[in-house]
């Protein structure tokens, strides 16, 4: 069965730091960082981008519409 | 493999609608209007109608929902969005004509024109956002805030004795013999969202049929209203607000669910 592999990418200016995206993740790949974007709020990166499955789970709800997912099949 | 791989115009599986625009949300974080305004520009953009939608905003938190749906819009006095709405779809009978509307605009100062465009049966879709607080002027008790809630102007709580029970005004519509489709969702996980899309969609499928108005209520969360972390207040609002605002359609084909 082919693997499939997924990768999110964050608007880090346009994040709230809101922190929605992260119970909504089912292989717990989003954290928040440390460093903050140019308003202040800690952005949500991938901390564990190798268990991301691009299930667009976190895209769905984040509030800012911030999150674009993509995603490949491994053979 | 690497993330940079995997990040390729060619494996894009979702991204922000072009019907919304590029302008950052003046919502607080974690605020479900945002989520709400995605949903419904992306039904708008799955069924091809962005030519010909009209929406109308309200006032409250959402006023500035024509700066963020790019789609024609205008913006009705406080309340009045239904009134305006059944102005432009009785001028314009093939256009799809909505309203997005806050707790505070269309359950308060907007009861009756709500009740009476319900009770008229008009041919547009509302979306009712309900965080049970009047969120833009500073956490106010709003008609739908819960027995015992705290506010800024109910500070010991909501006292049922002095200050009424909370409106549910969903239920109140579902009454009427006007409207075709009353539902109840929320948007505080992907599963609810998907769910509150579908129904949308539904509300505007009913509109292109003429079958009547159709309501959706969509229960939100405050959290800097309610003094609360964005994650927290969706819990709360589990919790809290769905015993007294139960998810689930009210109303389908203009039959209420028993």
């Not at chain 2, 799955?46 to 009209?54: C, F, H, K, L, Q």
């Not at chain 2, 539904?202 to 209203?225: D, H, M, P, T, W």
Request: neutral net charge; proline residues 6%.
């Amino acid at each position: 069965m082919a693997k499939i592999k997924g990768a999110i990418e964050v608007d880090v200016e346009k994040c709230k730091g809101c922190g929605v995206c992260i119970p909504a993740c089912p292989t717990d790949v989003i954290l928040l960082a440390k460093d903050v974007n140019g308003k202040g709020y800690h952005y949500a990166y991938m901390e564990n981008p190798e268990a991301c499955i691009g299930c667009v789970n976190c895209a769905v709800v984040c509030p800012d519409g911030v999150i674009s997912v993509y995603k490949v099949k491994v053979a | 493999m690497d993330v940079k791989e995997i990040i390729k115009p060619e494996n894009l599986v979702y991204k922000k609608t072009k019907l919304m625009t590029d302008a950052p949300l003046s919502y607080c974080p974690g605020c479900g209007h945002g989520t709400a305004h995605r949903i419904t520009m992306e039904v708008v953009e799955e069924m091809g109608i962005w030519e010909d939608t009209i929406g109308v905003a309200p006032v409250g938190c959402s006023v500035l929902a024509y700066d963020f749906m790019n789609i024609d819009m205008t913006q009705a006095a406080h309340g009045r969005a239904p009134a305006v709405a059944t102005g432009i779809k009785r001028v314009w009978p093939n256009k799809y004509v909505f309203t997005y509307q806050g707790d505070g605009d269309l359950a308060a100062i907007g009861g009756n024109e709500t009740i009476h465009a319900c009770n008229r049966g008009e041919n547009i879709v509302i979306i009712f956002v309900n965080n049970g607080i009047y969120g833009m002027t500073g956490g106010q008790m709003a008609p739908t805030t819960l027995p015992g809630m705290k506010s800024s102007t109910s500070p010991y709580g909501r006292d049922v004795k002095t200050m009424g029970f909370p409106l549910k005004m969903t239920e109140l519509v579902a009454q009427l013999p006007g409207t075709h489709y009353v539902t109840r969702q929320a948007v505080h996980t992907p599963n609810a969202v998907r769910k509150a899309k579908k129904a949308i969609r539904k509300a505007f499928e009913i509109q292109k049929e003429n079958k009547g108005l159709a309501f959706v209520e969509i229960v939100s969360n405050c959290n800097s209203g309610w003094k609360m972390e964005p994650v927290d207040a969706n819990n709360w609002m589990v919790d809290n607000m769905f015993p007294y605002f139960p998810l689930g359609d009210i109303k389908v084909d203009g039959e209420l669910v028993k």
